[in-house]
């Protein structure tokens, strides 16, 4: 019961992580709009493997970064860069004149998925703060084979949750051809907006 216990919470953790809109959820939206279901979960699959290594960061050095705030206000300055980085990008590939289906890069969808979610720089403040609200009241164990199967419940529910987007987005865009033609400026947009809004926090705690 222990066990199911800690999986249950990591995968709670890991699902509520990737309900709102972000830079990894979004991104699978358009690998499963432009690329297919099945690059979709091998990105979702590289995304969680990432998350994975994310997890495991904010719970084994949770003294470490308790300690030094530090590394999370330079994680929330870093997410602006991030953030306008793929603003921009995307806007560049909405301004292209093709749309090419790439079929000699769509193995790349694991390695865009990892690499994506490890610049989800604002993954591992989330991951400590809700593990270390789920240490202080002893519902998660200090024990590491709890800790294990904690970490993998996190992994398996945002990678549940990934797919869960992945074929909303095929869903949409197939009633949806404007949907599916201006994804690309869509997730511009998006990315701007989220730029800017964690500009205003980081404004706010200054």
Known sequence: MQYFNQFFL????GTVGIILPGIVNMTVVDV??????????RYSAGGSVA?????????AFTGYLSKNPGVFNFLKQASVFVFLALSIAFFVLARKAQVKKAEDKTRRSFLLGFVVSCMNALAI???FAVSAYFRA????SA???CRWIYILGTTIGAFGLLLVYARFAQYIANR??????NINYILSIFFLS???LQMANLYMEF
């Open 194 to 196: 989220l730029a800017f």
């Open 51 to 59: 998350i994975f290594l994310q997890v495991f960061i904010a719970v």
């Open 125 to 127: 403040p989330y991951f």
């Open 176 to 181: 949806t051809q404007n949907f599916s033609r």
């Open 10 to 13: 990591g995968w709670a953790m």
């Open 137 to 140: 009241r002893e519902w998660i």
């Open 32 to 41: 499963s709009i432009r690329k297919g279901m099945k690059e979709a979960v």
């Open 143 to 145: 024990d590491w084979p």
